[in-house]
């Protein structure tokens, strides 16, 4: 197996990483100029910022790719599935000593055509794939590294990055992980913890009408499907009994989660004994999917009052848009409207005004140190929005599977009351 690039699909391919529009300088630069150094920023978001590769397809069609693939595949099949990791591993500043030894003088340790591995270490895999990728970079017109004026070190962190990253995110197949799944599956598949009351359902949510599922504050032309109310009801049921900061959805494509998160949201409403139901409701989706959401949000209800948090498009009659940062003092958070409060945002946007990426050029500017992320915002940031949200719900959760992220933090600091995690697949792939 080869980690990414295997037929066991590792958590990298699935996870999407925080787009930005912001690019480096995308001058060829001159020879005589001082190299330059790549700002590599915090987890991937920031080694694709540094690498030119911004966006979600470009990051994994680069990896795919002969700049990067078959010197993964190389250092996987010959080293990385052997490997039984215990303490820290093998540091950069190691592998880069076995590289500048094994080349220094017109050595080619680790540049020849045909390779002599016999009694190579970690480190000696580790410095091949580190002078693999970075050359081929260097040299080929699609490169990440192709005409830009970076010192040899700098691209050897960036590459080292790249490594560390997707050693992260493998998931090597054994026997007790497979062992481990099938008991998850067993479980799912265990009549007593699937939920088939829909008249039950209905009532406790209630719908007058089994045959014709429609919540209170549905448009006439909404119509739920039959397993949607039982879905509903679990959820709100779990928020109720307070068994669980969280829940996870996760239906298969075309089931509607969307439907049934509207649903939920209508279902809290009215605050009753419920606190939290008392504060606004986030939404959270990758960017290409606001216009969706919101859109059916329209459809299926009026009953909400919808903030759109992305982009600078205007407000209209049945959506706001909020322009700038919001801030624990916002209208939105200190005013009760007639309406439950629903404010739609992209990753993207909430990782940069709320999360690391949004925190950390303020922090240097008064701190004058570089962020360090943590458990929680910064108190004194002006943006720090903290327990400001009564349910917050995830689509596409599975790009919080790494808990390092910059969205992931950003969520995190969050501290919803609450979180509803939306996904098709909850298992690694």
Not at 34 to 57: F, I, P, V, Y
Not at 229 to 257: F, R
Not at 321 to 339: P, W
Not at 362 to 370: A, G
Request: hydrophobic share 35%; with cysteine.
């Amino acid at each position: 197996m080869a980690g990414l690039y295997g037929k066991s699909t590792c958590l990298l391919a699935i996870r999407r990483g925080l787009l930005d529009n912001t690019y480096l300088d995308d001058s060829d630069g001159d020879e005589n100029e001082q190299a330059t150094e790549l700002d590599l920023g915090e987890g991937r978001t920031g080694l694709q910022k540094a690498l030119r590769l911004t966006s979600h397809e470009s990051w994994l069609n680069w990896l795919k790719s002969p700049l990067v693939k078959p010197y993964w595949i190389e250092l996987w099949d010959n080293c990385l599935k052997y490997v039984k990791r215990k303490g820290r591993g093998v540091s950069l500043e190691t592998v880069q000593e076995h590289l500048v030894r094994g080349e220094v003088g017109g050595q080619q340790r680790f540049s020849a055509l045909t390779l002599d591995k016999q009694g190579w270490d970690e480190a000696d895999h580790l410095a091949r794939f580190l002078w693999a990728v970075k050359h081929t970079n260097e040299t080929n017109h699609e490169g990440v590294f192709f005409r830009r004026n970076v010192s040899d070190d700098e691209k050897e962190k960036a590459v080292w990055k790249v490594y560390t990253i997707l050693k992260d995110d493998l998931m090597e197949i054994t026997p007790e992980k497979l062992e481990e799944l099938e008991q998850i599956q067993q479980s799912i598949d265990n009549l007593d913890y699937q939920r088939e009351n829909h008249l039950k359902a209905c009532q406790n949510l209630g719908i007058e009408d089994p045959e014709c599922p429609r919540l209170p504050g549905m448009v006439t032309s909404a119509v739920l499907k039959f397993w949607q109310p039982v879905g509903i009801w679990a959820i709100v049921e779990i928020m109720i009994e307070k068994v669980a900061q969280g829940a996870l959805l996760a239906d298969a494509v075309g089931l509607g989660k969307t439907w049934q998160s509207v649903g939920i949201i209508l279902a809290v409403s009215d605050p009753g004994d419920l606190e939290r139901l008392k504060k606004p409701i986030l939404v959270l989706v990758p960017p290409h999917l606001i216009y969706q959401w919101q859109t059916e949000i329209l459809s299926i209800t009026k009953q909400l009052a919808l903030h759109v948090y992305y982009g600078e498009t205007r407000s209209r009659k049945d959506v706001r848009q909020i322009d700038g940062k919001l801030t624990a003092d916002h209208e939105i958070f200190t005013k009760q409207g007639r309406r439950p409060t629903v404010v739609l945002s992209s990753y993207n946007t909430f990782e940069s005004r709320h999360g690391v990426s949004g925190v950390k050029a303020w922090y240097m500017y008064k701190y004058k140190s570089k962020l360090k992320g943590g458990e929680n915002c910064p108190k004194d940031y002006p943006n720090n929005i903290e327990g400001c949200f009564g349910l917050i719900i995830l689509d596409e959760a599975h790009n919080l599977r790494n808990e390092t992220s910059g969205i992931s933090q950003a969520v995190w600091w969050a501290r919803g009351d609450f979180n509803l995690l939306l996904t098709a697949t909850p298992f690694f792939n």
